[in-house]
């Protein structure tokens, strides 16, 4: 089994020189720079509009209501079960007389 060479701190170093490296590139939005190869915040890639702010803002409300009334309990399912439930304890009640 061979020993593994040391790594000197400034091979190490050169090495991590490249991690800072931010690849901006310019874009035509209201701040001038974005990273490459992605959507910029007004929705915009290359110029053209990919992601319409509109109907994505549409789309969220549509996703919390829908979201709200999954989580609201449901009365006419409780009110299903509970009369149900009174209708066995009449039953067995009946039974015991």
């Known amino acids: 089994m061979s020993v593994r060479m040391r790594m000197t701190k400034s091979k190490t170093g050169s090495r991590r020189a490249h991690h800072g490296v931010k ?6 939005n209201v701040d001038g720079l974005c990273k490459s190869h992605r959507v910029s ?4 890639y290359k110029g053209r509009v990919v992601i ?3 109907k994505r803002e549409e789309r969220i409300k549509r996703r919390k209501e829908e979201k709200k ?3 609201q309990p449901k009365d006419e399912t409780n009110v299903e079960q509970n009369e149900v439930i009174e209708n066995k304890t009449n039953l067995d009640q009946e039974l015991k007389v």
């Open 69 to 71: 009334q999954k989580n």
């Open 41 to 44: 915040l007004d929705g915009k």
């Open 23 to 28: 690849n901006l590139s310019h874009c035509n």
């Open 52 to 54: 319409d702010q509109s």
